[in-house]
Every structure is written in structure tokens, then in C-alpha cells.
């Protein structure tokens, strides 16, 4: 069986401990020699930068997340041994974990970091394709001679070379195609490597249906009441009997069961979208109270745009009340713009017109992005966004040199 060993990434035929360096941190499988799609996700991301920069909260519990009205943006291992997990409301996870040190979210930071593990893999393939700020697709195919070994053991090399140069790790999920690499990345965290291959069909049909892309628990509901448990049963179904069952989607759904999957590893792909909300203190019912809390969100959403050089060309207001009920407003804007007062002008009205109920949230998100050479770029009706736009890289320029809190601007 060929074995990849993680210590010296030396990939040999044997059951052993390595022949080159007696490691015995290995993967075996049969096509690890030879799969070129890769998977990469940080282990628990921005607690590890956290710990990474407070060697004190090595061995202890961290929570990223807002106030006890927030939630949890991010929890170490040892946080998860309590049953603290990502997205839970924090009155909950310090109930889970009281002894937890809780942090709040630094995105600027952690961006940083996610750039400098960019780069490394950038350093290997051109096909990169960033996911999230903590996770990428990766296409190695070709690139054997170039590195002098194959994507196993270049991808074994990267992970090391992140925890010593960068202090964080990785787990890392290597596949025929990007659907099996991501599910390989979650089956060996923290610091995994997880090999599917022709194997990925039987090795997924016991899993619960709930580890499938796409699967929230509405679906996992929808389908436990067909019978449907396990990804298996999923996957036995044909196209015929999958749309049947569930409609026009039944049959990429039942694809996706037997890891099927010909999306390519597209490097100039952009997000879908991109968004921040805050949980306030207490319920605000006020529009004034809402504007000024949605204007530093605003701003938030124009800085990841100019970062990420995209533009929106529509925007979502998002609202939850203090009963938990949310509701999104799709805000159509006449030209594509990346500048937070453009957004904060479309999306005030909109706030107003929803006012009335106290809500514990709000968040704006820029939809249907757009290359940002098409943002604020105006015409004949809108003379003023060119003057805006450079107004805008003035203060980027400032606060880059001198810290986010040199300019401060108001609503």
C-alpha cells in the first residue's frame, strides 16, 4: 500500500514505520501518489491566531465571538470538548464553558494571516481558489516536475512549513475532485490529511447525510422522513427516483452523495458575497439607534470590497427581531459600488421603512459582486461618485499607514 510519511514526506510501498526516517506519522492509501486535487481548511482559525499570539491560552479554552448576545465566530479544541461550536449563541457556550476566554474577533488580523498562508500556496500551484478567509481549493495536477515529488507529499511539506513560519495549522484533504477533497479535509482535524479516492462512495455511505455541502438541517429533516438517513441511501438513488423524491434538485443531490463533482479549481472565482452584522447589547427599536449601527457595518463590507477588488451591484439588509425572527430585504442599486456611504444611502430608507419591532441584529451584505473596475465610476446623473471613490482611497491610504483610527467618519 503506498504510504506518505508526514514527518519527511518520503512516499514508499509498505505497513512499516517510514524507511527514510523511522516516522511513523503516516497516511496509506492506494491513489496517494497520483491525486491532484487538495482541500485545505485552518484548524479552528481564528482561535489559533489568537493562541498562536497568546502562548499563555496555549492548553486553555478560547472563544472568539461578541457579548453574551452575540455568537461564537470560532472556538479552539479544547472549547469543543465542552460542546462550544461555531454560529452558537455565546450565553450558551459560556454556559457549555465558563472557564472559556472569550476574545473578540479582530478581522483585520486574521485576514493578515490568511494572506501570508495564501501566498504559500500560491507558491505551489496558480490554481488557487480561496473559499473563505480560512479555507482554498488547490489543482496540482502538472506540477510533479516542477516540485520534484508529487501533490502528497508537496501538500505534506506546506502543512509543516504553515505551523513553523505562520503558528497555525492545517488540516488538508486530497481527492479526485473538490467535493471529495473537502469532505476528506473534515474527517482527520486538527492537523489531518485524509485521502478519498475511488473508495469515496463506500467510505461515505455509512456517514450521515448532514456531512453533505449543501445539506442543513431542513433538508436532514426533509429527508429523514423519506427514510433517507445515510449518505449511501442517498446515493443509490437514481436521477428518476431522486427527482421523485425531492424535486428538481434530487438529482445533483444524489450525485453529490457518490462524490461526484466536475466544478474545476477556478482561481479567479470571486465570493458570492460578503457581509457583517453585530448583535447589539440590548434591543434597539429606534431607526436613528439602527442607522448608527449600521453605518460601521457599512464600512466593514467597503473595506473587504476594495480589499478583495469586487464591487456590489446589489445589496441584502438583514434584521432579527428580539423573538429571533429574521428578515432580509434585497436592495437593488442603480451602479456598482464598493464605497460605505453609497451603501449606507441605499440601505437607510430601506431600515426605516422595516422600523417598529425592537431587533437584537442587524447586518448588511453586498450581493451580485462585480470586478471592481466597474465600481462608482458615474455619469452624467452621478458626477460625485468618481470624487467619492478617490475621496475613499485617500483615507485607505492614511489609515493604512497610520491605523484604522486616524480617520474616523460619522453618520
Known sequence: ???????CDAIFEGDG????CGGAWLVRHSEIATLTIAHIDCDAFF???EKRDRPELRDLPVIVGGGTRGVVAACCYVARLSGVRSAMPMFKALKLCPDATVIRPDIPKYAGVAREIRAMMERLTPLVQPLSIDEAALDLAGTAALHGAPPAAVLSRLARDVEREVGVTVSIGLAQNRLCAKLAA???KPRGFAVLGADAPSVLAPEAVGILPGVGPALVRRLAAL???RVGQLASLDSRAARLKLGDDGPALAARARGEDARAVDPVQAAKSISAETTFGSDISDPADLARELWPLCERVGRRLRAEDVAAAALVLKLKTARFETATHAIRLTAPTRLPETMFE???PVLQRAAGPAFRLIGIGAARLVPGTLADQGDLMDRDSPRRAARQEAVDALRAKFGTGIIRRGV
Open 17 to 20: 514505520a517510514c524507511p527514510r
Open 346 to 348: 441605499a440601505a437607510r
Open 47 to 49: 482561535a489559533s491566531v
Open 186 to 188: 473534515e474527517r482527520d
Open 1 to 7: 500500500m503506498p504510504t506518505l510519511c508526514r514527518l
Open 227 to 229: 427514510g433517507i438517513t
